[in-house]
């Protein structure tokens, strides 16, 4: 057998072993590519996946934890963007330090030389805003804007918080701001120890003045030494360094409210934000002495009390003169006194049991009263801070001002027509006046020690029944007396309010001591209701007058 024999038989043998057809290499090669990339794509990384996604949109809310506005967005912001792909909320408290320093420095990358002077700011899109009104205009076109936000290295740790949010509104403190927004370069310093001073005019409750005490405490980073006097506005010495630079700086010396208001030795800021760097290169500058740095005299304050004394005699005193007075015969509160007169004298009590009731409830009604405004006053004052909650109830005195004007027109025009008291619809029920009459009934039947301290009770439980019916006047006023805060004179105003108020029942306990009969007191008030109910409304035109300029002040 030669090599050459065999050789062919081999040959046949190892190509059917070694034969594959096309179409299966065809399939198990696509089968060894599908499991490479399968491989490949369970052993992608969170970070790469989440960089793969689409960016989820946000808006910035910058804001202070007392901020009313920034409440409101955040309260109301789940309910408008309730779908699971709306743009996330997040807000950066300026409380901490590195949030502010992020903000003022957005604001210089996207708008130069512009800063909003009150918060809440917010950042929509590429735009900061600070106007809640035009914000509230962009309300449709938010889940679109919020994606389109700019692509700047401060925004990445926002954007991180956005993508993570389990809900539509966050908290944010960042770790830290590229750098701090620094007031001025540090090569800036004032040019004497005595011109390191600044005086800030601000007034409580004033929603520019929280941006402005910011900006002053980066300055107090940068200038340890600086000297800050700070004066609320609303108050005596406030007042007299106003007054003071004014005079400095030839302003015109009006009612015209200036807060905030920055001044240094040449010159001074109003009307817009004073950053702390344009503040520190204005003290580099000064080489003048502060001239609000000589305490305050009496002489000054004598002065600016009797300034004001004269502004509150000419209007103030007469307005709650005339509105206690008219608060005083009102038919509610006359036929009241009348009543309790009368029936001491159907009782045949003598002259002195007479006045010692008689006086005594009127100090009652008087305490009560006092007590009453004092609370409200109180009340007034706290939420002094809210502004938008002041405002909100001045306008609501001043809406209700002018319907019950109109209201006592029509019942003076009902009485005038048909001659019945009983026919006005403002006043109270007479379910309300048999359980007044029954209280004074019950409680002016002692003849011992217990008529005085019984007639003080009877003066507060009736003062307290009447109240739907006269604090119709009482409180719109009481909210014009503390329109500037508590202070001694809104306190002088409530006692000479509540003594003009009482002054009527106490004339009326002084007729029935003397003998004049009650019959003709009742007759003459029956006879006038028309007359007490046109001015009346004469009163509350004006009070809504008042209530309204304060409300939009």
Not at 6 to 20: A, F, G, L, M, T
Not at 43 to 57: C, K, M
Not at 61 to 83: H, I, N, R, T
Request: proline content about 5%.
């Amino acid at each position: 057998m030669t090599l050459s024999t065999v050789q062919p038989s081999c040959s046949r043998e190892s190509r059917r072993k070694r034969s594959v057809r096309p179409d299966r290499f065809c399939v198990r090669l696509l089968l060894l590519v599908g499991l490479l990339l399968a491989h490949a794509g369970l052993a992608q990384t969170p970070a790469a996946a989440a960089a793969a996604a689409p960016a989820r949109g946000f808006v910035a809310l910058f804001g202070s934890y007392d901020c009313d506005d920034c409440a409101a967005v955040k309260k109301q912001w789940p309910e408008a963007f309730a779908l699971a792909d709306g743009p996330v909320l997040v807000f950066l408290p300026i409380e901490h330090a590195p949030n502010y320093a992020l903000l003022s420095l957005l604001e210089d990358a996207l708008q130069p030389g512009k800063k909003a002077e009150s918060f809440p700011i917010f950042l929509v899109g590429d735009k900061l805003i600070g106007d809640l009104d035009a914000f509230y205009e962009l309300a449709d076109e938010l889940p679109a804007l919020s994606k389109n936000t700019p692509s700047l290295p401060l925004l990445a740790e926002i954007a991180q918080a956005a993508a993570k949010a389990a809900q539509l509104v966050v908290e944010l403190r960042v770790a830290a701001a590229p750098s701090l927004p620094d007031a001025a370069p540090t090569s800036l310093r004032p040019a004497s120890a005595s011109s390191s001073r600044l005086l800030y005019f601000y007034q409580k409750g004033c929603a520019k003045c929280s941006r402005q005490d910011k900006e002053l405490a980066i300055l107090r980073v940068s200038l340890p030494a600086l000297q800050l006097a700070s004066y609320d506005v609303a108050t005596l010495d406030g007042q007299i360094l106003l007054r003071r630079a004014k005079r400095h700086f030839t302003l015109a010396d009006d009612n015209k409210n200036l807060a905030p208001m920055v001044c240094w030795p040449t010159g001074y800021i109003t009307g817009r934000l004073a950053s702390a760097s344009e503040l520190q290169q204005a003290l580099a500058a000064s080489t003048q002495d502060a001239f609000w740095s000589s305490p305050i005299t009496d002489a000054e304050r004598r002065n600016e009390q009797q300034q004001q004394g004269r502004l509150l005699k000419s209007f103030t005193v007469g307005v709650v003169i005339l509105a206690g007075l008219i608060d005083g015969f009102n038919p509610c509160a006359f036929a009241t006194s009348v009543f309790l007169i009368g029936y001491l004298l159907y009782l045949k009590r003598r002259p002195r049991e007479i006045a010692v009731v008689g006086f005594s409830f009127c100090a009652g009604v008087f305490l009560a009263y006092v007590l009453f405004g004092l609370g409200l006053s109180f009340l007034l004052d706290t939420i002094s801070d809210m502004l938008w909650l002041k405002k909100a109830i001045y306008g609501f005195f001043a809406v209700a001002a002018f319907v019950l004007a109109i209201g006592h027109l029509r019942d003076a025009l009902r009485v005038r027509k048909s001659g019945k008291p009983s026919d006005m619809s403002l006043g109270l029920s007479n379910t309300t006046h048999r359980k007044i009459h029954d209280r004074i009934k019950n409680l002016t039947e002692h003849r011992s020690w217990l008529m005085l301290p019984a007639a003080i009770l009877l003066g507060v439980i009736v003062s307290s029944m009447e109240l739907a019916c006269t604090g119709q006047i009482y409180l719109p006023t009481l909210a014009a007396i503390n329109a500037a805060g508590i202070n001694l004179l809104a306190f002088l105003l409530l006692i000479l309010y509540n003594l003009c108020f009482i002054l009527p029942l106490v004339v009326i306990t002084g007729m029935a001591i003397a003998g004049i009969g009650t019959k003709a007191v009742a007759d003459w008030g029956r006879k006038h209701v028309g007359t007490t109910k046109i001015a009346m409304a004469a009163l509350f035109i004006a009070i809504a007058i008042v209530m309204g300029v304060l409300a939009f002040s």
